[in-house]
């Protein structure tokens, strides 16, 4: 039974992370600590193990999610390797911070940061990009198949330093860290949601793969359950990224949000039950 249960979730997880762009981390982590302490489907784990698991998982749905991206063309692979080089880092300090939360504050600090991101993104329309066509400033165009351009850009200094603090949440909460990139890409820079969600999954690959190190090297993976939950997580993936291309940006966006607020009342009401 243990196994059709982490293959479902996997699957799950893998779906919703392609298509929004947030790595599944965010169903990963609390399917395993809600299963494994209100139910008898799954062993109790700890906070820190969840979040080991959840970033191994994400190297294989980021990298799934990655290669069905690139046939579309929406991967922005420079702009990727650049944020890359602040979420790398940020995602080993946060791993280590990680330790020091008891479950029912990382429920709390992690349903309060899935709020925030949520509601910072359903007003994305009123905050305008910051203006990077300046001096130093990195300006990218995407045409969508229905004609539409975007034009977008970034400074590469702002563009790291962001792109650490999301590595370093990523290290605590598993996430993968595109909860955080993907709205940043949206509201800071003028990505294309489209554009947003591919690269992300590419810096979620990426990311993952430094920050889950940092968890084997502290015990913190559960290698039966990572085994178990990969195989879900990369077909899910595939099918993410495929209805990804085939809904309008408008509705990618609702559904991040709704994704968002829900798992984040879900675990304030754990952490305070």
């Known amino acids: 039974m243990e196994w059709i249960v ?34 008898a489907l799954l062993p109790s784990i700890s906070p820190q193990q969840a979040v080991g698991i959840s970033l191994v ?12 991206y690139m046939k579309y063309k929406t991967v922005d692979y420079k702009s990727g390797l650049l ?4 979420s790398g880092p940020g995602g080993m300090a946060g791993a280590l911070v990680n330790k020091a939360l008891s479950t029912h504050s990382f429920y709390i600090y992690f349903g ?16 305008k990009p910051l203006s990077s066509k300046k001096e130093g400033g990195i300006v990218r165009t995407f045409t969508e198949k229905s004609g539409k351009m975007y034009t977008y850009s970034f400074q590469p200094a702002v563009a790291i330093s962001i792109s650490f603090f999301v590595g ?9 860290g595109g909860a955080l990139m993907v709205p940043a890409m949206i509201l800071l820079f003028a990505f294309p949601p489209h554009v947003a969600v591919a690269t992300s999954m590419f810096m979620i690959f990426l990311s993952a793969l430094v920050s889950s190190v940092t968890h084997v090297m502290l015990g913190n993976v559960v ?8 195989p879900g997580a990369w077909v ?4 993410g990224a495929f209805v990804n291309t085939r809904i309008q940006s408008d509705a990618l ?18 952490g305070l039950a």
């Not at 982490?6 to 600590?33: Q, R, T």
């Not at 899910?236 to 099918?239: E, L, Q, V």
């Open 168 to 176: 370093f949440f990523s290290g605590i909460f598993g996430i993968g």
């Open 83 to 86: 944020f890359f080089i602040g």
């Open 6 to 39: 982490l293959l479902s979730i996997g699957f799950s997880a893998g779906a919703l992370g392609a298509l929004a762009g947030i790595g599944g981390g965010i169903i990963i982590v609390p399917s395993l600590l809600f299963l494994g302490i209100s139910t």
């Open 253 to 270: 966006v609702m559904v991040l949000r709704l994704i968002l607020i829900v798992t984040g009342i879900r675990l304030i009401y754990e």
């Open 112 to 127: 309060i940061f899935m709020i925030f991101i949520a509601v910072v993104l359903i007003f994305r329309s009123k905050i």
């Open 223 to 230: 290698w039966l359950y990572a085994l178990l939950l990969i």
């Open 236 to 239: 899910g993936a595939k099918c």
């Open 57 to 68: 998982v994400m190297i294989f749905t980021g990298l799934s999610s990655t290669l069905a």
